[in-house]
């Protein structure tokens, strides 16, 4: 309710009579903190999602959630296609498209007899061993393709993501699950959601950011490193243009890199350590050692979830150019408008 005052006072004090956007803060005392407001200029596509459309969660006692960090913005209709198809195959990842958002809530299942690789390093080599090369055997063909097949650049689409859903993202939520159960056990008064986040957030290699470092750093060429980033893209949207048709942004953030002063910016790495350090410190000798194996593996599963992101990447890498080589054969006088076609009516008329 106080939220909604402040908001009202904001809108009344820009005169903004159509309605505001208000940016705000909640904080650790719970006092909110209004940082701008603005008149809304978006207009109808941009109100939030009638109720109605969430119906699907109804009785569902799982948690979905905005997918805000990779589609903060709606998706275009190619991308709501491959959405669909994800909840059509039962690849083992829940996506639901609300009011053209994306929404993902945890899969109801358990995985392909998933076992939790144990040991160090057990991890890293079930994703590089097994997931890369199979990975590869569905994509790598399709990738040296100018113009690959619209159906077998979806069927290996297909493959991938469900092979992620199935095989990768049970495994990553076995080598973390450890750890959440430690903290749980001993550190029951604190909150595990941000315990998780603290220790966790450290500086991983296969991070694109790390690498725009390693280049700003002189460690790595920009060369190596478009050729890494080159089915990536600034959103996870089939119609987001790649690195590689547009690598400005990367060029930029390379440059932005070498401006910024390494002293200046805080090091997650070192807070993430500090805060296993005060926790290792609140424990009795007998569970330290749990805890570092725990902590170990967690973090294990958590840089593999960067290079999974990847993975997905290149998938969609394939279907933007499979959709894009037939807007050329149907001679589109712009081709991305090809992106905002329904995904299955496409694919219908290119069989057709």
């Known amino acids: ?26 904080d650790r005392s719970n006092r909110v903190w209004l940082a701008q407001a603005r008149p809304i200029v978006h207009g109808e596509e941009m109100r939030p999602a009638a109720i109605e459309l969430f119906a699907f969660s109804r009785g569902d006692v799982r948690e979905w959630t905005w997918d805000v960090t990779h589609n903060p913005d709606p998706l275009s209709p190619a991308q709501a296609g491959l959405v669909a198809r994800i909840g059509a195959i039962g690849a083992g990842v829940e996506m639901q498209v ?15 007899e998933v076992i939790a690789p144990d040991g160090a390093g057990a991890i890293t080599r079930f994703f590089t061993d097994e997931i890369v090369p199979a990975v590869d055997a569905k994509l790598s063909a399709l990738e040296r393709k100018d113009e690959p097949p619209l159906d077998s650049a979806l069927l290996a689409y297909d493959e991938v993501v469900t092979l992620n859903g199935r095989r990768v993202a049970p495994t990553l939520r076995a080598g973390r699950e450890p750890l959440r159960q430690f903290l749980t056990a001993r550190l029951p008064d604190r909150n595990l959601a941000q315990l998780m986040t603290a220790l966790l957030a450290t500086r991983s290699d296969r991070h694109l950011a790390a690498r725009i470092r390693r280049v700003a750093a002189g460690r790595e060429s920009i060369d190596s490193l478009l050729s890494y980033a080159a ?4 959103a996870w949207d089939v119609a987001a243009p790649t690195f590689a048709e547009e690598p400005a942004p990367i060029l930029d953030a390379i440059t932005a890199e070498r401006q910024r002063c390494e002293k200046e910016r805080p090091s997650d790495t070192r807070e993430a350590d500090a805060q296993a350090i005060r926790i290792r410190a609140s424990l009795p000798p007998e569970d330290e050692a749990e805890f570092e194996r ?5 973090r294990e599963a958590h840089e593999l979830g960067e290079t999974d992101d990847h993975v997905f990447f290149r998938a969609q890498a394939v279907v933007r150019r499979a959709l894009l080589a037939v807007a050329r054969r149907w001679r589109l006088q712009r081709p991305t408008d090809i992106f905002y076609a329904n995904l299955e009516q496409v694919l219908d008329s290119h069989r057709a």
């Open 1 to 26: 309710q106080e939220l909604v005052e402040h908001a009202l006072a904001a809108e009344d004090a820009i005169g903004a009579v159509g309605g505001a956007d208000v940016e705000w803060v909640i």
């Open 231 to 234: 089915p990536m893209a600034p």
């Open 98 to 112: 609300v009011g053209g958002y994306l929404y993902t809530a945890a899969s109801q299942e358990t995985g392909d």
């Open 294 to 298: 725990a902590l170990a593996r967690a």
